[in-house]
């Protein structure tokens, strides 16, 4: 795998943002997300959309403890 394909490797799903991902429906936010490289260029570090269609069903649900 190269190191700049812009999948997320747990999921194998475009990262957030990324043109792939934007190409899958993807709403998550792209400029946040530096185009799929991360936020803030932190790998493995993105800014989800919950309503993404692609991406918003994987999040965690919250708790109202």
């Known amino acids: 795998m190269s190191e700049n ?3 997320s490797e747990d999921k194998k799903i475009p990262s ?3 043109e792939e991902a934007l190409a899958l429906g ?3 936010p792209v ?3 530096e185009y799929g490289k ?3 260029g932190m790998e ?3 800014i989800y959309s919950t309503a993404c269609p692609l991406h918003g ?3 965690p649900k ?3 403890d």
Do not use: A, H
């Open 5 to 7: 394909n812009n999948m």
């Open 16 to 18: 957030p943002g990324s």
């Open 26 to 28: 993807c709403s998550c």
């Open 31 to 33: 400029m946040d997300n």
């Open 38 to 40: 991360g936020y803030m």
């Open 44 to 46: 493995n570090t993105f």
């Open 57 to 59: 069903g994987s999040l």
């Open 62 to 64: 919250e708790n109202d």
